[in-house]
Protein backbone atom coordinates (compact mmCIF):
# COMPACT_ATOMS: atom_id res chain seq x y z
CA UNK A 1 0.00 0.00 0.00
CA UNK A 2 1.44 3.17 -1.34
CA UNK A 3 0.27 6.38 0.17
CA UNK A 4 2.10 10.30 1.62
CA UNK A 5 5.65 10.67 -0.29
CA UNK A 6 5.75 6.94 -1.24
CA UNK A 7 2.74 7.07 -3.89
CA UNK A 8 5.73 8.18 -6.50
CA UNK A 9 6.68 4.34 -6.37
CA UNK A 10 3.85 3.19 -7.82
CA UNK A 11 3.33 5.92 -10.77
CA UNK A 12 5.01 6.54 -14.01
CA UNK A 13 7.26 9.28 -12.55
CA UNK A 14 8.96 5.94 -10.29
CA UNK A 15 12.59 5.03 -10.24
CA UNK A 16 11.75 2.02 -10.05
CA UNK A 17 9.07 1.18 -12.21
CA UNK A 18 11.38 -2.18 -13.42
CA UNK A 19 11.16 -3.23 -9.88
CA UNK A 20 7.28 -3.21 -9.57
CA UNK A 21 7.11 -4.26 -12.70
CA UNK A 22 8.78 -7.55 -12.06
CA UNK A 23 7.37 -8.04 -8.39
CA UNK A 24 3.69 -7.56 -9.91
CA UNK A 25 4.66 -10.67 -12.61
CA UNK A 26 5.12 -13.09 -9.17
CA UNK A 27 2.03 -11.61 -7.78
CA UNK A 28 2.40 -9.07 -5.74
CA UNK A 29 -0.07 -6.93 -5.48
CA UNK A 30 0.81 -2.77 -5.04
CA UNK A 31 -2.60 -0.27 -4.18
CA UNK A 32 -2.64 3.36 -4.16
CA UNK A 33 -3.64 5.56 -1.81
CA UNK A 34 -7.03 7.54 -3.24
CA UNK A 35 -6.85 10.15 -0.53
CA UNK A 36 -3.20 10.77 -1.34
CA UNK A 37 -3.29 10.66 -5.14
CA UNK A 38 -6.56 13.60 -3.85
CA UNK A 39 -4.33 15.48 -2.83
CA UNK A 40 -1.27 15.52 -4.80
CA UNK A 41 -3.78 16.57 -7.87
CA UNK A 42 -5.17 19.31 -5.84
CA UNK A 43 -2.10 20.80 -5.13
CA UNK A 44 -0.65 20.24 -8.73
CA UNK A 45 -3.89 20.29 -10.69
CA UNK A 46 -2.80 16.50 -12.43
CA UNK A 47 -3.82 13.36 -10.58
CA UNK A 48 -0.41 11.33 -10.37
CA UNK A 49 -0.82 8.13 -13.43
CA UNK A 50 -0.42 5.07 -12.11
CA UNK A 51 1.42 1.60 -13.27
CA UNK A 52 -1.01 -0.32 -14.88
CA UNK A 53 -1.93 -3.21 -12.82
CA UNK A 54 -1.65 -0.65 -9.74
CA UNK A 55 -4.84 -0.78 -7.85
CA UNK A 56 -6.41 2.09 -6.34
CA UNK A 57 -8.02 2.06 -2.43
CA UNK A 58 -10.22 4.99 -1.07
CA UNK A 59 -7.61 5.39 2.10
CA UNK A 60 -4.64 3.88 2.57
CA UNK A 61 -4.44 3.48 6.04
CA UNK A 62 -7.42 1.53 6.00
CA UNK A 63 -6.42 -0.69 4.03
CA UNK A 64 -3.25 -1.01 5.49
CA UNK A 65 -5.30 -2.05 8.81
CA UNK A 66 -7.79 -4.33 7.50
CA UNK A 67 -4.77 -6.42 6.08
CA UNK A 68 -3.05 -6.10 9.50
CA UNK A 69 -6.57 -7.62 10.74
CA UNK A 70 -6.47 -10.28 8.54
CA UNK A 71 -2.59 -11.13 9.87
CA UNK A 72 -0.27 -9.24 6.86
CA UNK A 73 2.65 -7.54 8.68
CA UNK A 74 3.27 -3.65 8.39
CA UNK A 75 6.95 -3.07 7.00
CA UNK A 76 8.16 0.90 6.29
CA UNK A 77 11.59 1.37 5.00
Known amino acids: VAYGPGIWLVTEKSAFIKRVESLMMQNVTFTACGNTLDTVEQSSGTRPKLLDGVE ?4 GIARIIDLQEKGWSYLSP
Open 56 to 59: ETEA
